[in-house]
Structure formats: structure tokens, C-alpha cells
């Protein structure tokens, strides 16, 4: 990465939404820590798959995105681990759910939810679990292009909403997570 990383060229760095928002800036902090140096950065915040297009194709030197076991990668991209996920359903203190331990699958299959938009990595977690078991979510409540966003319409609507539990922190305090029975939704990040 030092090539990468040469004193005063800015990296140029593609990241998921859920890691520009909730893990680079810890990252990048650390690193600067480490070093005792500033690192300059040109940040581009786009989906995962597009942050895989953009380190492919050399229009960025590093991504951070959603590993994605399902691809064989073209051009042979290098994955290192960052860290591990989950999918989570948050829903409002007030919601029925809230009142639960877990959600019930055929509810939850069932239910209209705030999602992510539809190219977000945490629908496509979400939908590769469900499709061997034949099930699939209902239409979406509506869809959200950012998590903060997605955590106000749960609020304001009183509906379910799923989101990565990297997002969720203290000031959440009024949106809870409930586990789908016998289901989870795991993801891991990776630097590619």
C-alpha cells in the first residue's frame, strides 16, 4: 500500500455508503495515528458493486466495500478483510415488534419495510438468504438512498427498517433490532 499511499498524492478511495459513514473515519484516524502524518484522500461514496467496478477498472486506487462471495472476481481484485456485519430489522419503540424477541419469518416476509435502495448491499444479503428457502421480501415501503435517512422514515412512519448493524450506535436510542427467527443475514467488508 505504500505506493498507494506516497506523501502528498491524494489516495483515491471508493467506499461503500456503510463504511464512509460508520468505519473510515475510525480507519483513517487509526492510520494517521500510526504514522504520525496526514493522509490526503479523495473519498468517493458509491455501492458496493460500484465500488468494485472503480478499483477494477483503476478509476480508484482502494475500495471498501461488501465482500461478495457470489462473483468471481475479473482482473483478480485483492480482498483483505476489515470486518464483519449483519443485516439487521430496526424498528421504533412503538412498533408491535418492538414487544417481541424475534420477528416471525412469515411476518417478516410479509411485512413493508424502509429499505436501502435496491442496489444496496444490504437488500442483496437480505434476498440471497431468503431465495433458497423460496421466500422473498415484500415491496418495500419505500426506499432510502442513505442510512440516516432510512433510520428517520422508520421513526417517522413507526416501520421496520434494515439496516447494517456497523450504523446503529447511542444516539439510536430509540430504534431497536429484532432477529428474524432461525435467520441472519451476515456480510463481511473488505479493502479491495
Known amino acids: 500500500m505504500g505506493g498507494v499511499l506516497a506523501h502528498g498524492v491524494p489516495a483515491r478511495l471508493a467506499a461503500s455508503p456503510t463504511m464512509a459513514e460508520s468505519v473510515l473515519p475510525k480507519l483513517l484516524v487509526d492510520f494517521e495515528e ?9 473519498l468517493t461514496i458509491v455501492s458496493s ?5 472503480l478499483v477494477r477498472e483503476g478509476r480508484v486506487d482502494l475500495g471498501l466495500a461488501a ?3 457470489s462473483r468471481e472476481e475479473e482482473g483478480s481484485l485483492i480482498e483483505i478483510p476489515i470486518c464483519d456485519d449483519e443485516v ?3 424498528v421504533p419503540q412503538g412498533h408491535p415488534w418492538a414487544a417481541a424477541e424475534e420477528v416471525d419469518l412469515d411476518e417478516f416476509v410479509s411485512t413493508p419495510m424502509i429499505m436501502r435502495d435496491p442496489g444496496a448491499d444490504s437488500r442483496r444479503t437480505v434476498d ?3 431465495r ?3 421466500l422473498s421480501l415484500s415491496p418495500p415501503l419505500a426506499e432510502i438512498g442513505n442510512t440516516a435517512a432510512a433510520k428517520d422514515a422508520a421513526l417517522h412512519e413507526g416501520a421496520p427498517v434494515l439496516l447494517s448493524r456497523l450504523t446503529l450506535g447511542h444516539a439510536d ?5 429484532r432477529r428474524v427467527a432461525g435467520l441472519c443475514f ?3 467488508f473488505v479493502l479491495l
Not at 34 to 42: K, N
Not at 173 to 177: I, S
Open 34 to 42: 500510526r504514522h504520525e502524518r496526514h493522509l490526503s484522500m479523495e
Open 49 to 53: 458493486a460500484v465500488v468494485r467496478d
Open 67 to 69: 465482500a461478495d462471495p
Open 88 to 90: 439487521v430489522v430496526v
Open 128 to 130: 440471497a438468504v431468503l
Open 132 to 134: 433458497p428457502l423460496g
Open 173 to 177: 436510542e430509540r430504534l431497536l433490532v
Open 186 to 188: 451476515p456480510r463481511r
